[in-house]
C-alpha cells in the first residue's frame, strides 16, 4: 500500500501510462482538460511495487486537471480502497502502529477547486458540473481568499460538498463545503492543516488502540455514519465502511429504477427493503407498488375475462378457440394464458413468471408492463 506519489507536472507525465485502456477518459472541456477513471477493471490500479510508476500514475487518475497548455492544475485524491479489498489492503498487510489518523468518511460529492482565466471554478472529479455549481454558492469572502492562497501556492483543498437536496444516503441538515485534505500538486504529499481555516474541516477521531481486526469489527457495526477512512502520515489511506451504510446504500442502487422495485416485490423481497428507506424513498417504493398492484391486477382480470368468454363462446375447446378466439384477441400475448387456464393451472402465478423472466431486461420490462396496463 505505501509508495512514494508520483510527481506530476504535465499531461504527458500521464497519457503514456493509460494508453490502450479503455477504461480512463481524457475530456477536452475547452478550458481544460480532464483524466478520469469511468470504470476499474480487475487490473486497473495494480501495482507490481512500491518503484511502479505508471500503477502510481493510474491511480493518480481520479480527475486530474490540466490547463490549455498542459499543465496539471488540479490534484484532488489518489484512489485508495477498502479495508480487505486488495491484497495490499488486507488488515494482516497494515501497520497500524505507523501514525495515523481516523477520520469520518462523509457521505456528500467530492469538490475541488479549478483555477481557470486567472480565478477558480469549483468542480467535480469531471470538473465544473451542476453538482459544482450548487457547492460554489457556499463561497464566502473568507473561503475564496483561502481557496487562491491554496492555488497561489500549487496547492488543491479538497472538500466534500453535503447538502440536504444532495443526499446519498444519510440526510445532511445544511449545506456545507467540508475541508477533507490539501494535497501538493506536484508531488502528490497530503499538506497537515490546522482547525482554524474558514471552513469545517473533517470530524476526527484519534486513532486506533487495539487491533486493526478488532477495530473493524466495531467500526462496521455503527449506524447512521458512512465509515471511516484511516489516513497515515505519509498520506496513504484505507476505508472501513459500516455495514449499514453498505445495505442502505445497496438498498438504494436497487430502487433507482422501476424494474428493479418490479423485481423486488415478485421475489418477496419488499418487506427486508422497506424497514432500510427513508421517508422520501419510501413514498418512491409505494407509488411503485401502487402502480404495479393496479397494473397486476388489471391483467389478471382481463385474461379471466377473456377466459370465461372463451369458456362460453367455445366450450372451452381448446382447438375452437385457437381458430374462432384467438385471431380476433387485441393484445396476442394473451393467447397462452387463456390455453393455460382451460387446462385447469392459475393464472396469477403464471404471470408472475411472466415478470420474473422480463424484470431483468430494460425492452422487456417495458413491454411487459405495457401489455399488463392495456385494458
Request: charged share 30%.
Amino acid at each position: 500500500m505505501n509508495y512514494k506519489f508520483p510527481e506530476i507536472r504535465t499531461i504527458q507525465d500521464v497519457l503514456p501510462h493509460i494508453e490502450g485502456r479503455d477504461e480512463f477518459i481524457v475530456a477536452d472541456k475547452g478550458d481544460y482538460t480532464v483524466v478520469n477513471y469511468a470504470v476499474s477493471m480487475t487490473d486497473t490500479f495494480d501495482m507490481t511495487g512500491p518503484d511502479d510508476l505508471g500503477g502510481a500514475i493510474r491511480r493518480e487518475c481520479r480527475g486530474l486537471i490540466f490547463d490549455k497548455e498542459g499543465n496539471l492544475i488540479s490534484r484532488p485524491f489518489h484512489k485508495f480502497f477498502n479495508v480487505n479489498e486488495r491484497p495490499e489492503t488486507q488488515s494482516s498487510e497494515i501497520d497500524i502502529s505507523a501514525p495515523h489518523t481516523i477520520m469520518e468518511k462523509m457521505d456528500g460529492s467530492m469538490i475541488r477547486p479549478v483555477p481557470l482565466n486567472g480565478s477558480f471554478r469549483l468542480g467535480t472529479k469531471m470538473g465544473v458540473t451542476d453538482i459544482a455549481e450548487d457547492a460554489e454558492k457556499l463561497l464566502n469572502e473568507e473561503r475564496i481568499q483561502f481557496i487562491e492562497i491554496m492555488i497561489a501556492d500549487n496547492k488543491t483543498p479538497i472538500f466534500e460538498y453535503v447538502a440536504p437536496d444532495n443526499q446519498i444516503v444519510l440526510p445532511y441538515e445544511t449545506a456545507d463545503l467540508v475541508l477533507l485534505a490539501i494535497r501538493d500538486n506536484l508531488n502528490g504529499e497530503y499538506i497537515p492543516f490546522n482547525r482554524h481555516v474558514p471552513l469545517n474541516v473533517v470530524p476526527v477521531y484519534g486513532s486506533v488502540n487495539e487491533s486493526l481486526s478488532d477495530y473493524i469489527v466495531k467500526a462496521r457495526e455503527r449506524e447512521n455514519r458512512e465509515g471511516d477512512i484511516i489516513r497515515f502520515a505519509d498520506g496513504h489511506m484505507i476505508k472501513i465502511k459500516n455495514d449499514w451504510y453498505v445495505r442502505i446504500h445497496k438498498t438504494k442502487d436497487l430502487i433507482r429504477s422501476d424494474r428493479n422495485i418490479a423485481d423486488i416485490i415478485v421475489n418477496e423481497q419488499l418487506d427486508d427493503v422497506l424497514p432500510l428507506l427513508d421517508a422520501a424513498d419510501l413514498e418512491t417504493v409505494r407509488a411503485y407498488e401502487r402502480r404495479f398492484d393496479a397494473a397486476l391486477n388489471n391483467v389478471l382480470g382481463r385474461l379471466e375475462g377473456l377466459v370465461t368468454l372463451a369458456r362460453v363462446l367455445h366450450g372451452g375447446v381448446k382447438k375452437d378457440v385457437a381458430i374462432n378466439f384467438v385471431p380476433n384477441l387485441l393484445n396476442k400475448e394473451d393467447a397462452p394464458f387463456i390455453f393455460s387456464a382451460l387446462d385447469g393451472k392459475e393464472l396469477r402465478p403464471l404471470v408472475i413468471n411472466k415478470i420474473r423472466s422480463a424484470v431483468g431486461n430494460g425492452p422487456r420490462y417495458e413491454s411487459l408492463m405495457s401489455w399488463m396496463e392495456n385494458s
